[in-house]
């Protein structure tokens, strides 16, 4: 990862620039390095046939240690990338209040991945999520971190299939599959192209000044959030067509009144 101690960034470049340009780099050097794990690996071509062909991955769920939910797109995507990198084995990560929590500490020189955040105050703020294996007790964060999951992986039986090329539909797809347990497929042809799609945003966001971008391409800060928000509704459809949603409701109301008879 870039050392970003050395970007000096300034209070206005967190609020809304550095943090989406840290990403973009992140991206451009995943897709480089063969690392991206939204893109698909030689390895996993299922063939159909004899000419036709699709890809399936099983996207892996990154979460925070401290409120047990999986990230959103804007953080996930760019640890990921990290993982991949760096070859951690955990499934989540924590800041340094995570460590501090969980009777642990970041080891010394070692960087994390920057995120944003707005505070109580209103303001926006920094810091950064760090994987078990960067802490001097590993053992100790993810012991933390399994206390707090209650991530729920209702599809894990299932499959999204990736048909668009375009940023948001392809990552929102992606984010789905990493948050509810699914698998996904994708056609390499739509993988390329989405690929293809993605590098124009990152070298965009990588522009030096903003008179030097296109400003037709969009932000990677807005395509993220919207995959996030298209990862939910997908989410959500799926639940519903599978009737998961009423199940797990049902199960809420035995729960509840199984205690009530027991009292």
């Not at 991945?113 to 053992?139: C, I, L, M, R």
């Not at 012991?143 to 894990?156: I, K, P, T, V, Y």
């Not at 993220?224 to 298209?230: G, I, M, P, Q, R």
């Not at 990862?231 to 067509?241: F, G, N, P």
């Amino acid at each position: 990862m870039a050392d970003t101690q050395n970007l000096n960034a300034s209070k206005s470049d967190w609020n809304g620039a550095f943090v989406p340009k840290h990403t973009a780099k992140l991206i451009k050097t995943g897709i480089e390095s063969g690392n991206a794990p939204f893109l698909p690996k030689p390895q996993d071509i299922v063939r159909n046939g004899e000419t036709s062909f699709t890809v399936q991955m099983s996207p892996q769920l990154v979460y925070n240690a401290n409120t047990g939910y999986a990230l959103d797109a804007k953080d996930l995507i760019p640890v990921q990338l990290e993982k991949a990198a760096k070859g951690y084995e955990s499934n989540a990560v924590g800041t340094y209040k995570s460590a501090e929590n969980a009777k642990t500490q970041i080891k010394k020189d070692e960087k994390g991945v920057w995120f944003n955040f707005k505070g109580q105050d209103g303001e926006f703020h920094h810091s950064a999520y760090f994987f078990p294996e960067q802490t001097v007790h590993p053992e100790r964060l993810t012991e933390f971190a399994n206390g707090n999951f209650r991530q729920s992986q209702n599809l894990s039986n299932d499959t999204i299939r990736i048909d668009s090329p375009e940023v948001t539909e392809y990552l929102g797809a992606y984010v789905a599959a990493c948050k509810s347990g699914a698998k996904i497929e994708v056609s390499p042809e739509v993988a390329e192209k989405f690929k293809q799609n993605i590098l124009a945003v990152a070298d965009n966001e990588l522009k030096r000044t903003n008179a030097e971008k296109n400003p037709e391409i969009p932000k990677m800060s807005e395509l993220l959030t919207n995959a996030d928000k298209k990862a939910h509704e997908i989410v959500k459809s799926r639940e519903k067509e599978l009737g998961i949603g009423q199940k797990q409701k049902a199960q809420k109301n035995e729960y509840k009144r199984n205690k009530g008879m027991e009292r």
